[in-house]
C-alpha cells in the first residue's frame, strides 16, 4: 500500500483531528486514564486548534495518506518554539508527528520528518527541536535514528497527572 505525503492547509483540519485522536489513543492507552486521554483529545486534538494553527504564520503541517483513498493515516506538524528551554530564530519545534501504528515500521515516519526538516532548512532554520513523554521507547528509539539528542526535560499535563518529557534537538545544518 503507497502512502502519500503532502503539505496540509487549514482545510486538512478535521483529518489532521482525527489521526491526532486515533493516535493519542494509540500510544498512550495503557498509560493513561480514559477520562485524561477523552478530555486531552476534546482539548488538544479538535479541528478548530488545526485550522488556527495551520492559519497563523510559522505553523506548517504535512499529512501522509493512503494514496488509492486519501485516507489520512500519520501527519507531522511544525511550529515557532514553546519549550522550556533558551531558543534563537534559528529553531523550530516539531510539535507533534503521528502515524497510526499499523503503517509503523515502513519508512513513513522518516519521511514524515524529511519533509519537516527539508521545510525547516529551506525556512532558514538550523535546530529542530520536540518533545516526547520519557517512558515512550519507540519513539525515543525512532529520534535517536533520526539524529536527535537530549537537549533539555519538561513536565507535561495530561489531565490530572503531569508527566517528563524528554526535549530533544537535531542541528540541521
Known amino acids: 500500500m503507497s502512502i502519500t505525503i503532502r503539505p496540509c492547509t487549514p482545510q486538512d483540519a478535521e483529518a489532521l483531528a482525527l ?9 498512550y492507552a495503557d498509560v493513561l486514564p480514559a477520562a485524561d486521554i477523552l478530555v486531552h483529545c476534546e482539548v488538544q486534538n479538535r479541528p ?17 495518506e493512503i494514496a488509492d483513498t486519501r485516507a489520512p493515516v500519520g ?14 530564530p534559528g529553531d523550530v519545534e516539531l510539535k507533534r508527528i503521528y502515524l497510526l501504528h499499523r503503517f509503523q515500521g515502513g519508512g513513513d ?22 518533545g ?18 537530549q537537549a533539555g526535560v519538561r513536565t507535561f499535563q495530561v489531565g490530572s497527572r503531569t508527566y517528563d518529557d524528554l526535549v530533544l534537538a537535531k542541528t540541521l545544518s
Open 19 to 27: 489521526v491526532s485522536r486515533g493516535t493519542f489513543l494509540e500510544s
Open 75 to 88: 501527519f507531522s506538524l511544525s511550529c515557532p518554539p514553546d519549550l522550556p528551554l533558551p531558543t534563537g
Open 132 to 149: 516526547v513523554y520519557t517512558k515512550n521507547a519507540k519513539a525515543l528509539g525512532f529520534y535517536a535514528r533520526q539524529g536527535f539528542t
Open 48 to 64: 478548530e486548534l488545526y485550522r488556527d494553527w495551520l492559519s497563523t504564520p510559522g505553523w506548517r503541517a504535512w499529512l501522509a
Open 109 to 130: 515516519g522518516a519521511r514524515l520528518m524529511a519533509a519537516a526538516e527539508a521545510a525547516a532548512r529551506a525556512d532558514g532554520f538550523d535546530r529542530l527541536l520536540l
